[in-house]
Nanobody, 116 residues
Framework: QVQLVESGGGLVQAGGSLRLSCAASRSISSINVMGWYRQAPGKQREFVAHITSWGSTDYVDSVKGRFTISRDNAKNTVYLQMNSLKPEDTAVYYC??????????WGQGTQVTVSS
């Protein structure tokens, strides 16, 4: 099982940007799917974006055109570039690793707060 550590969260004004990083404890080149999820207070954890080992990406509709996921296999790191942030993007963001149909590992989460 791979250990995941997120960083890059913080407080930002609406319209601003943040880049989240997810550092893995070992090579991610063989991990099929690396993803980002988020959980807002009182809500269930929801899918945000994922990227496959073959480079395919997918996003939840609410972030399309604003967020970009990428992976650097040489650095064992996955990124989430978040632009044009909105107050409704406020949540704890979690990194995930796994297969096409399973999630095998979660990070501890990083808080993102967007003020209006």
């Amino acid at each position: 099982q791979v250990q995941l550590v997120e960083s890059g969260g913080g407080l930002v004004q609406a319209g601003g940007s943040l880049r989240l990083s997810c550092a893995a404890s070992r090579s991610i080149s063989s991990i099929n799917v690396m993803g980002w999820y988020r959980q807002a207070p009182g809500k269930q954890r929801e899918f945000v974006a994922h990227i496959t080992s073959w480079g395919s990406t997918d996003y939840v509709d609410s972030v399309k055109g604003r967020f970009t996921i990428s992976r650097d296999n040489a650095k064992n790191t996955v990124y989430l570039q978040m632009n044009s942030l909105k107050p409704e993007d406020t949540a704890v963001y979690y990194c995930s690793a796994g297969g096409v149909y399973t999630i095998d590992s979660w990070g501890q989460g990083t808080q993102v707060t967007v003020s209006s």
